[in-house]
């Protein structure tokens, strides 16, 4: 098993897939400002404590303003292009791990780093397991978004065909969390990743994992 540290491969453009392809810079800021105004409504609605009446009005302007936007829907699968330190990248618009457009997802930003990928997020209430802390199926999903990303920047783009955490320690709600990515080996169409989630220097969990790359098409 070795690790490949040549310049990356230039990555499979979606489009030659079939896939529906958006340029970041074609994106309204406005899209990414409601999306994070979303996020608020949804910490907001989980904790509420409001009477039935306050409770069924804000029902009803959500439904306004759901069909509002209802009536101009990109389809599913569509893919999101930008370009990072001079290389092209490329993600599901609305990843459920990072995605800027996606209200559900953790607003993690993961950047290169010097082994690998880095990010930090704070995960609010909405993302609860036992009380006051991180539900474990996010802890996760975390660590396989940020395994996956340190393999798309060595341009080896892949599917998670295996995946373990070992949950070191609680981690908790409302404080910064890191997360790390890096790969560790290559063996065939096999890429071996290792990451590590962290609050204030204290590992919490790590991961590792195996993806299976995506040839690109002949």
Known sequence: MTVDMTAPAPLPDPA???FTV???SGLPAEHAALA???RRLVDATAHSTADPAVLAEAAEEVDRISALLEGARRETGAMLHRRVDGRDEYTTLTNAVGAELNPAAPPLRLAGAAEGVRGEV???GAYQG???LVHGGWIAALLDQAMGHAAVVLGMPGLTANLSVDYRRPTPLGRPVEVTGRVTGTERRKVFVAGEVRVDGELTAEGTA???RI???R
Do not use: H
Request: hydrophobic share 50%.
């Open 16 to 18: 030659d897939y079939g």
């Open 22 to 24: 958006v340029a970041e």
């Open 36 to 38: 994070e105004r979303v």
């Open 122 to 124: 704070v995960l609010g």
């Open 130 to 132: 036992p009380p006051g």
């Open 210 to 212: 195996v993806m299976v």
């Open 215 to 217: 040839l690109p098409l």
